[in-house]
Nanobody, 127 residues
């Protein structure tokens, strides 16, 4: 069974950073395009970043550009999201998701275009 597990979340002060990790079991991540999403309390889940199957292209929504960096570690079968210069509005549950049918990010990261999801890791930005 394909499973994704996120880790690395926590409580951090504004301006701080975290390194989120998405690990796979039952399949090899480098065959899949990976998206990162977040969901704040009372809000819809939104896409924040994507990395293509090859790792050669990435995508970020405007609100996180310059602060978030997505990368692959094929040796560990993980995808990481480094989140820096965190703001209170970055608070939420962060999810990774995988899809195989579209190898690139294609300039968007939509919930409906991903097939496999993790359970999420909580990120709280507060002083």
């Amino acid at each position: 069974q394909l499973q994704l597990v996120e880790s690395g979340g926590g409580l951090v002060q504004p301006g701080g950073s975290l390194r989120l990790s998405c690990a796979a079991s039952g399949f090899t991540l480098d065959y899949y395009t990976i998206g990162w999403f977040r969901q704040a309390p009372g809000k819809e889940r939104e896409g924040v970043s994507c990395i293509s199957r090859s790792g050669g292209s990435t995508y970020y929504v405007d609100s996180v550009k310059g602060r978030f960096t997505v990368s692959r570690n094929n040796a560990k079968n993980t995808v990481e999201l480094y989140v820096d210069s965190l703001k209170p509005e970055d608070t939420g549950v962060y999810y990774c998701a995988a899809r195989r049918r579209i190898p690139s990010c294609s300039g968007y990261v939509y919930v409906a275009s991903y097939d496999y999801w993790g359970q999420g890791t909580q990120v709280t930005v507060s002083s």
